[in-house]
């Protein structure tokens, strides 16, 4: 069965540091693979996706993410955090062709001043 | 473009009352999905819905959750009765087919209290 691993639970950071969140999958082939963006009291934003080609991708806010094959992961970046990214972000994964996502447990990002 | 519309914000009700939450989907989206979130939990998938129709249930709790969708531009979920340990956050979320990569669109919620 597929699964997805979100291994930090929380993630502090300063303001102007980089930033790199961590996402493994367990799945045969390549799945369509989301990142999602959850700010206090609000719905899910999607970030970014990848489902084929280049393999580092970019969405919106800044944010990019890497998939590697070889170690089943789609890590998400971005070079300097703002006080406005601290939220609770999430990785998903679909099997291409199936309608479920499979969550990550997310990774909640505090940014110190 | 509007996106995924839910109502009520808030709900705080007693157990044992009736609860009703609502979602409208962005215009065109023919795929629905009914979400609970907990701390204990993370993000369940409640129901799924292509083309007005249930596809997937299989995550509604018990009985007392029913859903219906009985036009492509509104859709309920109802808990009949509540109770206490029902309290979550209920998300609605839409997406334009089935077609590759395509990424489901959230709305902000529903925060539900049972006392």
């Known amino acids: 069965a597929q699964s997805v691993t979100q291994p930090d639970i929380h993630i502090t950071v300063s303001e102007g540091a980089s930033l790199e969140l961590r996402c493994n999958y367990s799945?045969?082939?390549?799945?369509?693979l989301f990142w999602y963006v959850q700010s206090p009291g609000q719905g899910l934003q999607l970030l970014l996706k990848?489902?084929?080609?280049d393999t580092l991708v970019q969405g919106i806010k800044g944010f990019e993410a890497e998939f590697k094959r070889s170690q089943s992961s789609f890590n998400l970046r971005k070079p300097s955090v703002h006080w406005s990214d601290a939220a609770e972000y999430f990785c998903a994964v679909s099997e291409p062709g199936n309608y479920q996502l499979i969550w990550g447990a997310g990774t909640k990002l505090i940014i110190k001043p | 473009d509007a996106g995924v519309i839910q109502s009520p914000r808030h709900e705080v009700t007693e157990m044992g009352q009736e609860v009703t939450l609502r979602c409208k989907p962005i215009s065109g989206h023919n795929s629905l999905f009914w979400y609970r979130q907990t701390m204990m939990r993370g993000l369940e998938l409640l129901i799924y819905?292509?083309?007005?129709?249930?596809?997937?249930d299989s995550g509604m709790p018990e009985d007392r959750f029913s859903a219906k969708m009985p036009n492509a531009s509104f859709s309920t979920l109802k808990i009949q009765p509540s109770e206490p340990r029902d309290s979550a956050v209920y998300f609605c979320?839409?997406?334009?087919?089935?077609?590759?990569?395509?990424?489901?669109?959230f709305g902000d919620g529903t925060r539900l209290s049972i006392l």
């Open positions: 979320a839409s997406r334009p087919g089935q077609g590759m990569g395509q990424p489901q669109h």
């Open positions: 799945y045969g082939a390549t799945p369509y």
């Open positions: 819905f292509n083309n007005n129709v249930p596809i997937d």
């Open positions: 990848y489902f084929s080609g």
